[in-house]
């Protein structure tokens, strides 16, 4: 997992805010290393991490997954077979990506915003927010601080995130990197980035 930008998508209103969503779902867009892990393995956590039968009771929290072509469209489909029990009940909307809407800056990296010392560090690599909001390492730092990834994870790339011995021990004593995963996301727009070096994926992620 290299990148993770969290927006709306899925409907017909113009530039929609958490307002004024319109109708629009709640999406985590995610950018991967097709190297390290497939698109299917990501469809595989989409599909078994909730209940696709389920009826969203309203559609800004919706399930759905979005496809950029006809062979992602067709990895849905076979995956949906594959791993959901009673695949001709999902009610999971699958459906072309056309805009993704990016969401204001204060949901990006919702967890790692709660821990300052970080967050200053971050900033001070990235003081533009847009470079901030695609950092690998915030990304992967706001997983690990919502409680997705292992400690074997962490401890393989810590020297890879930037961070000082202070905040290194800060993340460490945050006893919210544990060893489960749940993502709770109830959108996904997957999206390969040809390349690119990452580390290994988070078993689980949040925008």
């Known amino acids: ?32 290393d097709p190297k390290r892990i497939r698109y299917e393995q990501l469809l595989e956590l989409f599909w078994t991490t909730h209940n696709p039968c389920r009826n969203a009771w309203s559609r800004q929290y919706m399930s759905a997954v979005f496809y950029a072509d006809e062979a992602q469209r067709e990895a849905i489909d076979a995956t949906r077979r594959k791993f959901v029990k009673m695949p001709d009940q999902v009610q999971t909307e699958i459906a072309p990506l056309e805009t993704f809407w990016i969401a204001e800056d204060y949901h990006q990296k919702y967890r790692l915003r709660h821990e300052s010392a970080l967050v200053d560090e971050l900033q001070a690599i990235y ?12 990304a992967r730092l706001n997983g690990y601080l919502d409680g997705h990834g292992s400690k074997q994870q962490l401890d393989r790339e810590i020297d ?6 202070t905040a290194r021990i800060l993340l460490d004593s945050s006893g ?13 727009v997957p999206d390969g980035l040809d390349g690119a070096e990452g580390g290994d994926v988070f078993e689980g992620v949040r925008g």
């Open 1 to 32: 997992m290299l990148r993770t930008r969290v927006g709306y998508c899925g409907g017909s209103t113009k530039s929609p805010t958490y307002r004024s969503i319109g109708d629009h779902a709640e999406t985590i867009q995610i950018d991967f």
């Open 127 to 138: 003081p533009n927010e847009p470079d901030f909001i695609n950092s690998t390492a915030a």
């Open 160 to 165: 890879k995130l930037g961070l000082s011995m």
């Open 176 to 188: 919210t990197v544990r060893t489960f995963w749940l993502v709770d996301q109830v959108a996904v």
